[in-house]
């Protein structure tokens, strides 16, 4: 990921933006914000978006919107980056979980039944690397047994499921524009997406300190308010993400072509219901070591998305009697490697990575023919 590079094309947009910004004196929430929200909510196809200081924030505050907290459980993953987990937790209520699907790395939506109790209280897909978790089955559930559902959108900007965006596809969407996100800004911020006009009220005052207007505290909140610098960057960010995405997938269907067929690597699948947004693209490497220290010597970076289940973290060590109860997400932890995929990264890089691949791949097939 070289955001430099990324941002390079559209340096004098961001100036005069953040020109225009510094101008106005409106940092903290403001038109800058209000504008963001309305495109933001345009492009996922929601009445609301309301933004937010980040997408950990923006899952925490909707379970508070929604009144979830003590003595509630929500169904999880636990393969996820740990801010799922940390914003149940935050809200007082248990995470719940459930183990992943190994073609999709998404929640598995048969496992869902087995762990309902009279105090679950919604269900918490993420849409893993950018791909749409199995929604259609989850709100199938959700709506039998009378729970909310939250999309963690944080890597799926732009997905699609059945053409339609994510965000859009539950009660309520959470996103993240960390800037390494497929929308991402020039810090901190992020997102909550949603069709129910009382849920975003009680989101814009949650943020706000509780406000309903000035000096008027109604709920105890807290101060989420999105920056108006990041808002006028993500707006400029909105306009190229549609084109961002589809280079992603063109680097990512290169990867597919040339890596198809070479042992010891399981590509990742795209579901036939959904448009992928491939923010991290993530192949299954069994015995990985060998080939990170071919990518370390060859100079290419390369990320583990995520070398634990958050079961198995310190932090979560009241956890810890799960470890095995999740099968697929252990081992998943163990083989995923995720490939460079920036938009900015050009075809010839993307070759550099697939003959390395390539080579280890040779390497290792003759190791084992000899052995
Ligand atoms: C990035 C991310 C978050 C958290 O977003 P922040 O803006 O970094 O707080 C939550 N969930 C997932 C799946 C993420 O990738």
Request: proline share 5%.
């Amino acid at each position: 990921m070289d955001l430099k590079a990324r941002h390079a094309p559209m340096r004098c947009e961001f100036l005069s933006a953040m020109t225009a910004v510094m101008d106005s004196g409106k940092f903290a929430g403001g038109p800058f914000v209000e504008r963001f929200e309305e495109e933001f909510a345009a492009y996922c196809g929601t009445k609301y978006a309301i933004g937010v200081g980040s997408g950990t924030e923006a899952l925490w505050l909707t379970l508070v919107a929604m009144g979830i907290g003590p003595g509630d459980e929500v169904i999880t993953v636990p393969l996820t980056f740990v801010a799922t987990i940390e914003a149940i937790l935050l809200a007082g209520a248990q995470p719940v979980f459930v183990d992943i699907d190994p073609a999709t790395y998404t929640m598995n939506p048969s496992a869902i039944v087995k762990v309902l109790t009279a105090k679950t209280k919604a269900i918490l897909p993420v849409h893993l690397f950018g791909q749409p978790a199995d929604i259609g089955r989850i709100l199938e559930i959700a709506s039998a047994h009378g729970l909310s559902v939250i999309e963690d959108a944080a890597q799926a900007h732009g997905a699609e499921w059945h053409g339609r965006k994510a965000g859009s596809l539950a009660d309520a969407g959470c996103f993240s524009f960390y800037p390494g996100k497929n929308l991402g800004g020039f810090g901190e911020s992020g997102a909550i997406t949603t069709d129910d006009a009382d849920l975003a009220v009680r989101l814009r005052m949650l943020r706000d300190h509780g406000q309903s207007r000035k000096n008027q505290h109604d709920l105890i909140g807290w101060n989420s308010r999105m920056d108006g610098l990041q808002a006028a960057v993500l707006s400029i960010m909105l306009r190229h993400l549609d084109e961002a995405n589809r280079i992603r997938k063109h680097h990512a269907r290169h990867y597919q072509e040339a890596l198809a067929g070479i042992g010891n690597v399981i590509l990742p699948c795209e579901s036939s219901c959904s448009s992928h947004a491939w923010h991290i693209y993530a192949p299954r490497i069994s015995e990985r070591d060998s080939l990170l220290r071919d990518f370390r010597k060859h100079g290419i970076g390369y990320g583990i998305h995520y070398p634990m289940p958050v079961h198995h973290q310190r932090a979560y060590q009241s956890y810890a009697g799960l470890k095995g109860a999740f099968p697929i997400a252990e081992h998943c932890a163990d083989e995923l490697v995720s490939l460079p995929s920036s938009p900015e990264l050009s075809d010839a890089q993307v070759d550099q990575v697939i003959g390395v691949v390539s080579r280890w791949a040779g390497k290792k097939l003759k190791y084992h023919a000899t052995a």
